[in-house]
């Protein structure tokens, strides 16, 4: 998933990984700077899915829900 900040005009995209979920800032696609990292839940999942809504990532794996302000909101 990705989303633009309205805000700043940058663009990132989230990584769902088995053990929690990359930010990375790819304005720039020829050289893309990593975030952060929001960790698991759980120590890992099997399967991980997100959604972005407005300024907020929500990721679920595993059945646990975690929310957090995207990058960039407010």
Do not use: C, M
């Amino acid at each position: 998933w990705g989303l633009n900040d309205g805000q700043t005009g940058r663009y990132y995209v989230l990584v769902a990984r088995s053990n929690g979920t990359s930010f990375i800032d790819v304005t720039d696609p020829e050289e893309p700077i990593y975030r952060g990292n929001l960790p698991s839940a759980i120590s890992q999942s099997p399967w991980v899915d997100l959604k972005v809504y407005a300024d907020h990532a929500f990721v679920v794996g595993g059945g646990r829900l975690r929310a957090g302000r995207a990058p960039g909101g407010q």
